[in-house]
């Protein structure tokens, strides 16, 4: 999904405190093992931790939540603390792989908004297996040298003038939301026709893209190399950074807000260390140093009061007032059948 930043720095982090399968330091307060998202934290914390409380973190990384379920599901790899997306918690919980958690261990966790609280219930109802740790929107990134015209609407990206130009996420759910939105049905839709709807519409698109990227994304917005991408807040934010050009907007049709959270995996081994993990992480000082790094949206209310930069603190990227846009849906786990359905959909537009 989402994540970026710093590639050197948190290779250096891996090659020098090593991942999961790689001969680990000895230390008097074990480890806790951690599967997040691809360059969604800053190493610098890692270590910061591993300092103060002589825990040895064990790192891996996953690019979406679709690689990531799989793997935790067959537990040949115990992980002891994971960051996935809002729909996949439910998945998790549903499938009974999670355990819930003792807030009285994690008395960090208070620096969390309620707002992001009251969310999470979506899909953790009760708030019992998940701490939020960034939050988002799912846009359109353009190139203001490169589109001459108002942008407003997902419905630019089927604009033939926009041929080779036009980057799409290659993610089932991300892909489908865009089509959904834009016929202005739900992005949690199980009605085979709406979908067969929004899957025909893809394959029209499909001669228009220049690519189906996760990550690239950015890197190719920031180089010049498209006009406009679907992207997530947090990596628009970093990209306008690099290149001024360069306008994030959430479409009038609505779109996807969603979270993403620490959660214990009811097999980890070191659970009273994944506590302290993530209690690290929803310390103020840590969690203004992550969001400073990735630039995805905390929802560490705490933290947000440290930022020094007051543009930053009230930026309508990184924090919008959800109030004044219509539509707007967070993922929801459909059942085993309808991630198949969806699955099968996406292979029709991905093959045709």
Request: hydrophobic share 35%; charged share 25%; with cysteine.
């Amino acid at each position: 999904m989402k994540k970026k930043l710093c590639v050197l720095m948190l290779f250096a982090f891996v090659m020098a405190f090593g991942l999961t399968g790689c001969k680990k330091a000895d230390s008097s307060n074990g480890e806790v093992v951690v599967y997040n998202w691809g360059e969604y934290i800053d190493p610098e914390t890692l270590e910061l931790f591993e300092k103060e409380t002589g825990i040895k973190v064990i790192y891996d990384e996953f690019e979406t939540n679709e690689t990531m379920y799989p793997k935790v599901e067959a537990g040949a790899t115990v992980y002891d603390v994971i960051c996935p997306s809002d729909y996949t918690i439910r998945k998790m919980i549903e499938n009974d792989l999670l355990q819930e958690l003792n807030f009285d261990h994690i008395p960090n966790a208070k620096n969390i908004g309620k707002q992001y609280y009251d969310s999470a219930m979506e899909f953790d109802p009760g708030n019992l297996y998940a701490v939020p740790y960034c939050w988002g929107t799912v846009g359109i990134l353009y190139n203001k040298t490169m589109v001459d015209e108002p942008v407003d609407s997902w419905t630019i990206l089927w604009d033939p003038k926009y041929k080779d130009n036009i980057l799409m996420q290659d993610s089932v759910r991300d892909a489908f939301m865009v089509a959904l939105k834009t016929k202005g049905y739900s992005m949690n839709t199980l009605d085979l026709d709406e979908l067969n709807e929004a899957k025909n519409y893809l394959l029209e698109q499909k001669d228009l893209v220049q690519a189906y990227v996760v990550d690239q994304v950015r890197d190719k917005m920031i180089g010049n190399e498209a006009a406009l991408g679907v992207i997530y807040s947090g990596e628009a934010i970093y990209t306008q950074r690099e290149n001024p050009d360069l306008e994030y907007v959430i479409p009038k049709e609505g779109t996807n807000v969603w979270i993403d959270a620490w959660v214990i995996p009811k097999n980890a081994k070191n659970v009273e260390n994944a506590e302290k993990f993530i209690d690290f992480m929803c310390r103020p000082d840590i969690a203004l140093m992550n969001f400073d790094y990735i630039t995805y949206s905390t929802p560490n209310d705490a933290a947000r009061d440290l930022i020094e930069d007051e543009e930053i603190r009230n930026s309508t990227i990184a924090f919008p007032d959800l109030s004044q846009y219509e539509n707007l849906e967070t993922y929801t786990y459909l059942g085993q059948e309808g991630d198949e359905l969806y699955n099968e959909l996406w292979k029709e537009v991905k093959s045709e």
